[in-house]
């Protein structure tokens, strides 16, 4: 069975600073990942996603995320964080052996941003 | 545009009362549709999936039920709420297929005292 381990319960960065959210991922394939941001009692919205092609993906507010099939990782970035990130993110993989969409996520990693 | 709706947005409830959350969606056909759940400072639980009307899946056994009695239509249940169910209840939906995003509800908080 697939899993996703994001190793960091919890980031702090100063606003401005540079930004990396690690995942790693278990599946037997190649797999779909996505990392999803989460605000404070809110859903949860798409920032990018990977499943073919450029192993760097660009995803929307100035993210991007890549693909490392060496080392079953994901690790999401932003060069320079906006107060406006503090969030919670969620790296995700997809089970592609059903069309159900079914997809497992990590436990979340809460972001902090300092002024 | 598709839209997603969940409610209510807030529900407290004591041990042992009935349980009904509804979610819809508008704006597009024959969805995917997902329940799941997050506790506090945990990541999501997948709890039940629908490819169809009355097509549900199961995902871990529990003291819930879900049912999709119309196309864009999915209710999670529960004749008899214990303390554990308390959490934070997520509808989302897609258009099918693993490479296919999900778009997340606002969430339901069920508070069970």
């Known amino acids: 069975a697939q899993s996703v381990t994001q190793p960091d319960i919890h980031i702090t960065v100063s606003e401005g600073a540079s930004l990396e959210l690690r995942c790693n991922y278990s599946y037997g394939a190649t797999p779909y990942l996505f990392w999803y941001v989460q605000s404070p009692g809110q859903g949860l919205q798409l920032l990018l996603k990977y499943f073919s092609g450029d192993t760097l993906v660009q995803g929307i507010k100035g993210f991007e995320a890549e693909f490392k099939r060496s080392q079953s990782s994901f690790n999401l970035r932003k060069p320079s964080v906006h107060w406006s990130d503090a969030a919670e993110y969620f790296c995700a993989v997809a089970d592609y052996n059903t069309n159900a969409g079914k997809s497992t996520f990590g436990d979340g990693t809460t972001l902090t941003v300092k002024p | 545009s598709q839209t997603i709706h969940q409610w209510p947005a807030t529900l407290v409830q004591p041990v042992g009362s009935p349980l009904s959350l509804e979610c819809t969606v508008e704006?597009?056909?024959?969805?995917?549709l997902y329940w799941y759940r997050q506790a506090a400072g945990r990541g999501l639980q997948l709890l039940f999936y629908s490819v169809g009307i009355g097509q549900i899946s199961s995902e871990v056994p529990q003291n819930l039920s879900a049912s999709r009695p119309q196309d864009r239509q999915f209710i999670l249940s529960s004749k008899k709420l214990l303390l554990s169910d308390s959490g934070f209840y997520l509808c989302?939906?897609?258009?099918?297929?693993?490479?296919?995003?999900?778009?997340f509800g606002p969430g339901t908080r069920l508070l069970v005292l």
């Open positions: 989302a939906w897609s258009v099918g297929g693993a490479s296919e995003t999900q778009y």
């Open positions: 704006g597009t056909s024959n969805p995917n």
